[in-house]
């Protein structure tokens, strides 16, 4: 552990003077501080462009942290950006945890506490709060920040990591990260832990590592270790679920990562696209778009639309670059429908899209197996993907605790749509030769079924 007594193992900013805003009060200048730190943290105290702090519950990420920035708010002018996600109010932010560790740290006098920020009196440094999704031009147009806290970062997605490192650009700029692993595909995982850019420290912490770990919280992590010994090392030793529990494709999805296969892909447009689609009645739909070839699949989109109309959909479809050569579609959209009397194929081949439709006699738990057999020759555009991706991972059945077995049908939650409309692309014999938008699809001569 490394405390304050001992000045001459901190780096200048802190033992330095700062030019105080006000010589002639004496409660704002230049003092030592307390900023007691386990020694994993230390080297947040030197330069990087990253440093990251990870692992399980009250392993002193978010005290250490603090501690540390508000340091250095108080050594030198520096702009720092608070910034999760999403953030609904400021009490959801580290507003909180920073005026606390303000007052513990003997600094209330030199700090304003604004209701949205944080001033420094003596150095003139400003802490601001934002979540990230809700605010990419504002986040774009930010000036002059020198310091990123991104707390709860496992939520931080990858287009909002693709807004904000780059306006994050400062001469000598850092960003430091904390959060507890969630998932082995969520972005923050893959991006800093799995392939961490130059210049990054990064340290994995737990609650051995932290000498202030509170009883309550030792409480709720022995009944947590006695119940699930699965739910402890998640949560308490900050080890990233992998195989989920009763997730049918987790294993093969861990695969798509670790083999490379899930990449930057763009349309080849030699070969046509094979568009496969899951209707929601009132909830989502879901379309894959694929292009085969004798070796490979590669599955270069996969949009979500909600509450959007077939004619809507189809519009979009028509925009998109791409050259069609099938649009797989479940047998349930032959089905006429009370009220019009057409089904909607019907309606979509009114407007231009001619369905094939997904063999009915292969039952759901077969498809699940051609799944299987099929993923492991697919790759994956992993921006375009991003959220399939994580669906295919996380699609399940569900263990019955009672009984001691797994059901026998997957749970419908917001990944069925994801996993069903694409099992209907694995199960369906594909058609890879072009065929004009509209036509009928002809299976003669140039196509391949699998
Ligand atoms: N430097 C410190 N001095 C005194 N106590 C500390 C210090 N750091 C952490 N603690 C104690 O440990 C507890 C957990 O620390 P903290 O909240 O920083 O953990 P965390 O890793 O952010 O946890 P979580 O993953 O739950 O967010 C704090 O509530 C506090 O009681
Ligand atoms: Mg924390």
């Not at 304050?4 to 230049?30: A, N, R």
């Not at 739909?285 to 949009?303: D, G, K």
Request: contains cysteine.
């Amino acid at each position: 552990m490394m405390d304050l007594v001992q000045p001459e193992k901190l780096p200048q900013w802190i033992t330095g003077i700062p030019d105080p805003i006000y010589p002639e009060i004496p409660q704002l200048q230049p003092k030592l501080l307390d900023i007691t730190l386990i020694d994993e943290l230390t080297p947040f105290l030197d330069p990087y462009r990253y440093k990251i702090a990870y692992g399980g519950r009250g392993s002193s990420k978010s005290w250490g942290i603090a501690r540390m920035l508000i340091a250095r708010a108080y050594a030198k002018r520096e702009k720092i950006l608070c910034c999760r996600e999403l953030q609904g109010s400021i009490e959801e932010s580290v507003h909180a945890l920073l005026e606390d560790q303000i007052s513990r740290m003997g600094l209330t006098s030199a700090f304003e506490i604004q209701a949205k920020k944080i001033t420094c009196l003596t150095t003139g440094s400003v802490f601001l709060f934002e979540g990230i999704h809700h605010n990419v031009t504002k986040i774009k147009s930010m000036e002059g920040v020198t310091l990123v806290w991104a707390e709860e970062a496992e939520k931080i997605s990858k287009t909002s990591w693709d807004t904000l490192t780059p306006t994050i650009r400062a001469e000598d700029s850092e960003i430091w990260i904390s959060f507890n692993p969630d998932d082995d595909l969520d972005e923050t995982w893959l991006r800093f832990v799995e392939d961490p850019p130059p210049r990054t420290y990064s340290v994995s912490i737990n609650f051995h590592q932290n000498p202030w770990f509170p009883e309550v919280l030792r409480e709720e992590m022995m009944t947590c270790k006695r119940k699930s010994y699965d739910d402890y090392e998640h949560i308490w030793l900050g080890k990233p679920r992998r195989a989920m529990k009763g997730a049918y494709y987790s294993e093969l999805m861990s695969d798509v990562w670790a083999e490379g296969r899930a990449l930057n892909l763009p349309y080849d447009d030699t070969m046509p696209v094979i568009t496969s689609w899951d209707l929601g009645w009132a909830d989502s739909t879901v379309i894959w778009f694929a292009q085969v070839s004798l070796s490979e699949i590669r599955i270069i989109n996969c949009i979500e639309f909600k509450g959007t109309s077939l004619p809507g959909m189809v519009k979009t479809l028509k925009e998109m670059p791409y050259q069609y050569s099938q649009h797989i579609l479940p047998h349930d959209v032959a089905i006429h429908e009370l009220g019009s009397g057409k089904s909607r194929k019907e309606v979509l081949s009114g407007l231009g899209i001619q369905a094939t439709i997904a063999p009915k006699s292969v039952s759901v738990i077969d498809g699940i197996y051609a799944v299987k057999s099929f993923l492991p020759r697919c790759y994956f555009d992993k921006t375009k993907c991003e959220y399939g991706l994580k669906a295919l991972k996380r699609y399940r059945t569900k263990y019955n605790e009672d009984r001691k077995v797994f059901d026998n049908k997957p749970f419908h939650d917001w990944t069925s749509d994801f996993a069903d409309a694409f099992r209907y692309l694995a199960i369906t014999p594909h058609e890879t030769g072009f065929s004009k938008w509209g036509s009928a699809i002809d299976y003669g001569t140039g196509s391949k079924h699998i």
